[in-house]
């Protein structure tokens, strides 16, 4: 297994309050990512890094903010958390810009948002 | 809309008897990729088809890919209770400047013994 932990595994919390969730890697890689995964939805990329203090948008990232000060560590920060941001929430890395070449998930964050 | 869909949403089947997942999707591609997501846990990477590929094997797996409808199959032979998961296709799509891996909503397959 890619060597990829996430943190917290598990959190519920109450809307306006500030989320931050953890991806740590061991592989080195130097593209990261964070989906987040709906019923219906598959998965939707939010925020990806391309290296160490950079990152870009994706496709929901309405709402959510990262940072990737170090190579093995890449944060998603939601500020002020609501219902709609309900979710679990994977991070993945890769060697090579993802579309090119296989992603490795870690196991996933479940927030709630009450 | 998604640029990958996956037909059908769920499949149920016995041990022992083929699985086929098809993916379907709206625009040119580099390559496709399957992924397989068991209950609770994270993706994990079968196998990736470049588009100049029909066909590809796997041990179990076969996957084939017809650019001209732009559809790509997953097929998974003497299925076994394991397989059990859900199984998600990606495609490439290149949007604002970033080639972009879009997930299906993914079939759901189970196999029973």
């Known amino acids: 297994d890619a060597g990829i932990t996430q943190s917290p595994r598990h959190k519920v919390t109450e809307t306006g309050t500030p989320v931050t969730l953890r991806c740590h890697q061991t592989?080195?890689?130097?593209?990261m990512y964070w989906y987040r995964q709906d019923p219906g939805h598959g998965l939707r990329l939010i925020h990806y890094?391309?290296?160490?203090?950079?990152?870009d948008k994706g496709e929901v990232s309405d709402g959510y903010s990262v940072s990737r000060s170090k190579t093995e560590d890449f944060l998603l920060t939601l500020e002020s958390a609501t219902s709609s941001q309900t979710s679990v929430y994977f991070c993945?890395?890769?060697?090579?810009?993802?579309?090119?070449?296989?992603?490795?998930f870690g196991e996933g964050s479940r927030l709630t948002v009450l | 809309s998604q640029q990958g869909e996956e037909d059908p949403q769920a499949l149920s089947i016995q041990e022992g008897e083929n699985a086929t997942m098809n993916c379907s999707y709206k625009?040119?591609?580099?390559?496709l990729q399957w992924y397989r997501q068991n209950s609770g846990r994270g993706l994990v990477h079968l196998i990736l088809?470049?588009?100049?590929?029909r066909e590809k094997h796997s041990g179990r797996l076969r996957v084939t890919l017809d650019t001209s409808k732009k559809s790509s199959s997953l097929l998974i032979t003497a299925s076994r209770a394991a397989d059990t998961a859900s199984y998600f296709c990606?495609?490439?799509?290149?949007?604002?400047?970033?080639?972009?891996?879009?997930f299906g909503a993914g079939t759901r397959l189970a196999v029973h013994p």
């Open positions: 993945a890395i890769s060697e090579g810009l993802a579309p090119s070449g296989e992603l490795f």
């Open positions: 625009t040119s591609i580099n390559n």
């Open positions: 592989e080195n890689h130097r593209y």
């Open positions: 990606a495609t490439d799509l290149v949007s604002g400047g970033y080639n972009k891996l879009i």
């Open positions: 890094s391309y290296g160490v203090k950079d990152t």
């Open positions: 088809i470049r588009s100049n590929e």
